[in-house]
């Protein structure tokens, strides 16, 4: 068999990730319609409503490049917001790959800090004394 030409390979899709708490996403781009698929569902379907709002927040950022690009998004782990923040990112991170411009990364920054970089914050280890990080058994005098 003949070796296919560069117009016959299909080129795999660049991977974007995104994490939020132990929630964990990956966003895959490419060239389409605008659509975005969130575990295979349209974005539009995705329940609850402020965890969609939240996940379209990048999309309505960047405007008419959303017109120009597909983005499908596999997300697991966390619950529904912490899921919907690391999709967020994953997507900010694949539109700002993709334009390879400061004036995306640049409105991306002014909407949410945290999009790009993600969130700092960690939860803090449990000590001992107590059945927590803060919490310690109650003392009594009487």
Not at 21 to 28: E, F, I, L, P, Y
Request: aromatic letters at 6%; hydrophobic letters at 35%.
């Amino acid at each position: 068999m003949p070796a296919p030409s560069k117009a016959q390979v299909k080129k795999a899709p660049k991977l974007y990730s995104g994490a939020r708490k132990t929630a964990r996403a990956t966003a895959a781009i490419s060239a389409g319609a605008g659509r975005i698929r969130v575990n295979g569902t349209p974005v539009e379907l995705w329940e609850p409503e402020p965890a969609r709002l939240h996940l379209l927040g990048p999309v309505q950022v960047v405007g008419e490049l959303r017109e120009k690009y597909d983005v499908d998004v596999s997300v697991a782990g966390g619950g529904f917001m912490g899921q919907a923040d690391a999709a967020a990112m994953a997507i900010a991170r694949a539109y700002v790959d993709q334009v390879r411009g400061s004036e995306i990364r640049d409105r991306l920054n002014a909407y949410n800090k945290y999009l790009l970089s993600g969130d700092p914050r960690q939860a803090e280890p449990k000590k001992f004394g107590g059945p927590g990080a803060r919490r310690k058994r109650q003392k009594s005098y009487r």
